[in-house]
């Protein structure tokens, strides 16, 4: 069923009830009729099937406010409508620089251990299998949820990386700055 929902002609790629015609039917059934229809027009429209891949990458990843659209009337409540327009611009602001960073630190990753053992990195897969998942079946933001501690672990990864270029080229962060007496954890003196 879920693949039918992403892949039929009036499919806008993310969630869709079930046709009166298939409500009535064990899940089995439906599922093996539906999904029969969702193969039928993939076969068909190839060219289709793969742009519609692209949209629903793109609405699993390109937006983050499924949180506030799912707290809409207890927000509007306590702080009135214009408060959804704030709450969703911080939210998809944030999101987006996480995932360009998440981005970055991939593509560092890459620079620094090569294409297949990056690609091959756990956090990778689970982005990779999520990712792929979804540019399949069905697609929504909220669908990027389980994949959000990886991205954000990327996104630590270009913060850090961003970090250590910014003290090799600010002198206040040499290491000679430190105190004479500090030493490191293995006991070896760090100035």
């Given at each position: 069923m879920t693949l039918w929902m992403g892949n039929h002609a009036n499919s806008g790629g993310g969630y869709a009830e079930v046709?009166?015609?298939f409500a009535g039917l064990d899940e089995a059934t439906r599922d093996e009729q539906m999904g029969g229809i969702a193969k039928a027009y993939i076969r068909a429209h190839p060219a289709q099937f793969v742009w519609n891949s692209l949209r629903r990458l793109q609405d699993t990843f390109g937006r983050e406010t499924i949180g506030i659209a799912w707290?809409?009337?207890?927000?509007?409540?306590?702080?009135?409508?214009?408060?959804?327009?704030?709450?969703?611009?911080?939210?998809?602001?944030?999101?987006?620089?996480?995932?360009?960073?998440?981005?970055?630190?991939?593509?560092?990753?890459?620079?620094?251990l090569g294409v297949w053992r990056a690609v091959s990195h756990p956090g990778a897969i689970t982005w990779l299998y999520f990712a792929g998942v979804h540019a399949v079946i069905v697609s929504q933001d909220r669908y990027h949820f389980p994949v959000t501690p990886y991205i954000a672990g990327f996104a630590g990864m270009a913060v850090w990386a961003m970090v250590q270029r910014?003290?090799?080229?600010?002198?206040?962060?040499?290491?000679?700055?430190?105190?004479?007496?500090?030493?490191?954890?293995?006991?070896?003196?760090?100035?």
């Open positions: 046709p009166a015609e707290n809409e009337p207890g927000l509007v409540r306590a702080f009135g409508p214009r408060v959804l327009v704030w709450l969703k611009l911080v939210s998809q602001a944030y999101w987006l620089a996480v995932l360009a960073l998440g981005l970055a630190g991939f593509v560092l990753l890459v620079a620094s910014s003290r090799h080229a600010d002198p206040a962060f040499e290491r000679t700055a430190r105190p004479s007496g500090m030493r490191g954890s293995t006991g070896s003196a760090l100035g």
